[in-house]
């Protein structure tokens, strides 16, 4: 009897992790492609390996609009609460985004796009908060300036490419 309910759970587990790869692989096909600016970023982690720590242009603009109240009217504080969101982007003819609201629910126009944020410890998290590459290639990825992403219909970011201020993939 044991053995039956170890076989189901282990079955149910592979079911639930390659349906998340599915999904994963369907964002990456039907994404739609959107860039991100970078701000000034780190690219060497001795613990971790070589890496990038991003951020990005945009996360300190997404942080001043956030509401400084929460919705019962007290002070809200984003150094420690934790919340997520939408904000809406406006895509230039590249496909570069750039901040224009946190989305209250509008209408948004042909050139914009949701994306989910993320705030914890009093930063704005897009995606991922690094790049990870292979060991001593931390040149090829020196002149990155955008990330590209696939943002899916919900919003969801996935960090796919670093590019140089050209958009040329670094690999």
């Known amino acids: 009897m044991d053995s039956k309910i ?23 096909a039907e994404g739609s492609i959107v860039y991100l600016e970078l701000a000034p970023v780190d690219p ?4 971790q390996g070589d890496y990038m720590a991003l ?3 945009d996360a300190n603009k ?36 750039s901040f224009k609201s ?4 509008q209408t948004l126009a042909e050139d914009e796009i949701l994306m989910r944020y993320r705030v914890r410890n009093g930063k704005i998290k897009l995606a991922s908060n690094a790049f990870f590459f292979q ?3 931390a040149e090829i990825y020196q002149p990155a300036r955008y990330g590209q992403f696939r943002v899916d219909s919900h919003g969801e970011l996935l960090l796919v490419a670093m590019c140089d201020k050209e958009l040329k993939l670094l690999e």
């Open 102 to 105: 946190i989305y209250d629910e």
């Open 135 to 137: 060991e001593g290639l």
């Open 44 to 47: 060497r982690s001795l613990i």
């Open 55 to 57: 951020r990005f242009r």
């Open 62 to 97: 997404i942080y001043s609009a956030l509401p400084k109240k929460d919705k019962q009217g007290r002070r809200w504080r984003s150094d420690v609460d934790a919340s997520d969101g939408y904000a809406v982007f406006k895509l230039d003819e590249k496909g570069i985004g």
């Open 6 to 28: 170890a076989l189901a759970a282990l079955i149910l587990i592979l079911v639930l992790v390659n349906w998340s790869i599915a999904g994963k692989e369907k964002h990456l």
